[in-house]
């Protein structure tokens, strides 16, 4: 059984070549990359030593064997993916520009990840961490209820609810999809935004505020917030613990947060403090931003040590 389970959407991306190049105009793309939110984040999980599964949809077409071939080739335990021979893959298409900004085109609504349906108790057995991306809620309300049960039976379970809300403007529509959000984080021990995330969901104007709204919810136990190349700050209802970031030259941020995520319920589990498991969460994420395509990192144990060892003033 698998340590850490995540359910949302497996998409493949094809990325602009160059920056600055709109996605209005005839122009070169590099891909297919595999990709998704939840796919990056469990795949993380694996890299980092711990077992880890997906509940999601491919279509019976290339781009479903290029996600299942990298995830299942690193680990992850892809037993309850579809296939469907009827719907394509899922699949973004991507431009960036020299402000660090991105634009994307989503082809996920009517997607094989759709038709994943909440699996039974026994298939669930066992995990610590059930990880929710916000943008799997938000691009198909009907899936984003069968996410919602599964959450249900995991936290039936006893295991912990993780929440990464990674809105997306381009996927918002369904008014469902608050209602989603607000039972997630009624559920959620640990919380995972970036710093806008926090204050939309929580309706406060400072991150200070912010905290102290969403840890009035008693499940809460921590939340890690992450902004960027300014680093992270975790916090629980004692204490905050900033971090930095690590040296690299990035060459692709997308992904790093979830990245972020999965390498810091790695640290979790593995009882270690919230310091080092910000350390290894950070380390994951500043390799993964080093490659081009958005789950390309040299992720690792070795690495993530590694980078740790060789930069030990990053605190």
Known sequence: MAEIWTMGEMIVEIMRQRPDTPLDKADTFVGPFPSGAPAICIDTVARMGHSAGIISGVGED???KNLLDRLSGDGVDCSLVLKNKNISTGCAFV???????????FHIGNTPAAEAKAPDAEAIKGAKFFHIMGCSLMANADFGGEIIETMRRFAANGTKISFDPNIR????????????IDEVMQNTSVFLPGVQELLDISG?????TAVKKCFENPKLEIIALKNGSKGCRIFTREEEIPFGIYPVE?????????CFDGAFLCGLIEGRSLYEA?????AAASLNTAAFGPME???S???VEKMIRENPEIQ
Request: proline share 4%; net charge neutral.
């Open 62 to 64: 290339d781009f479903g």
């Open 95 to 105: 431009t960036y520009f020299q402000d660090g900004s991105r634009k994307f085109i």
């Open 297 to 299: 990192g040299k992720i």
């Open 250 to 258: 990035v060459k692709d941020p997308t992904g790093a947060g979830d």
């Open 301 to 303: 144990v070795e690495n």
């Open 278 to 282: 910000a350390k290894r969460a950070t």
């Open 169 to 180: 403007p381009e996927l918002l529509g369904d008014s469902r999809c608050k209602a989603y």
């Open 204 to 208: 406060e104007k400072t991150v200070e």
